[in-house]
C-alpha cells in the first residue's frame, strides 16, 4: 500500500536554485494539495486540484507553480528559490465523495532548506 | 477569514492522565472540524472529525464535540499512553466537501507522554 509518495525527503537549494517536488498517489484521489509546516505556523495550503487539468491557489501561492496533468501526479515547482521557503512540504490527497466524508491522507514530508 | 486557535504546547503528561487539547475557531458559516496527529517522521493522519453542531467524533479512545456556542473543539483522552506522544491539529473547513483539500490549521499542539 503505497498511499502518497513524496520526493525527495530531504532537498537542500541555494538561493535561485529551481526544483520540482514530486507527489504520486496510487489511491484514484480526484482531490490532491500542497501545504507547508513551518514551526509555531502550522500547516498552509500552496495549492490544490480538484482534478485532472484543474489547479487553484491556496493562502500561499507565491512562488510555487503547480500543474495536474494526471489523476496520479501533482508536482509542486519553486521556480527561484528563496530562504524563507526553507520548510516541510506535504502533499495530500482525497477522494471527492462530498460534505461528510472529508479526510485527507498526507505524504511523509520533504524538508527543504534554501541557503 | 477563517482561523483556528489551539493552547500552546507543549504538553508533558504522565502515562494513564487525563488529556485535554483546546480548540476554539473562528468561522462565517458552519463549518466541519477535524483534529489529526503527527507521529514523529510521518505525515499527518485523520483523529477524528464533526460535521455539525453537537456532533461527537471519537476513535482511539479519543474525543472532541463540536459546540456551535463556544465555537470550540477540544480534544480529550482519560487516560494517555505513551504511543500518543504527538502533535495534534486542530482544523476546520467552511466548504462543504472541501476538507478534502482546502483546510484551516491550528499551528499544532506537541504532545509528550512520559512512563
Known amino acids: 500500500n503505497a498511499g502518497v509518495t513524496q520526493t525527495p525527503k530531504f532537498q537542500v537549494l541555494k538561493t535561485g536554485q529551481s526544483m520540482t517536488l514530486q507527489c504520486a498517489q496510487d489511491m484514484n484521489h480526484e482531490y490532491m494539495s500542497w501545504y507547508r509546516q513551518d514551526p509555531g505556523m502550522g500547516l498552509r495550503l500552496i495549492h490544490y486540484s480538484v482534478g485532472a487539468g484543474i489547479t487553484d491557489q491556496g493562502e500561499v501561492p507565491n512562488g510555487y507553480n503547480v500543474s495536474r496533468s494526471t489523476t496520479e501526479d501533482f508536482p509542486l515547482r519553486l521556480l527561484s528559490a528563496a530562504p524563507s521557503q526553507t520548510s516541510v512540504y506535504f502533499c495530500a490527497s482525497s477522494y471527492s465523495s462530498g460534505e461528510g466524508n472529508e479526510k485527507l491522507f498526507f505524504g511523509s514530508g520533504t524538508q527543504l532548506s534554501v541557503l | ?115
Open chain 2, 1 to 115: 477569514g477563517d482561523s483556528v486557535t489551539q493552547m500552546e504546547g507543549p504538553v508533558t503528561l504522565s502515562e494513564e492522565a487525563f488529556l485535554t487539547i483546546n480548540c476554539t475557531y473562528t468561522a462565517t458559516g458552519y463549518p466541519s472540524l477535524f483534529w489529526y496527529v503527527q507521529y514523529p517522521g510521518e505525515g499527518l493522519q485523520l483523529l477524528l472529525k464533526a460535521t455539525k453542531a453537537d456532533d461527537k467524533g471519537s476513535n482511539k479512545g479519543f474525543e472532541a464535540t463540536y459546540r456551535k456556542e463556544t465555537t470550540s473543539f477540544h480534544l480529550e483522552k482519560g487516560s494517555v499512553q505513551v504511543s500518543d506522544s504527538a502533535v495534534y491539529f486542530c482544523a476546520l473547513s467552511e466548504v462543504p466537501g472541501a476538507g478534502s483539500y482546502q483546510l484551516t490549521f491550528g499551528k499544532g499542539t506537541k504532545l509528550s507522554v512520559i512512563p
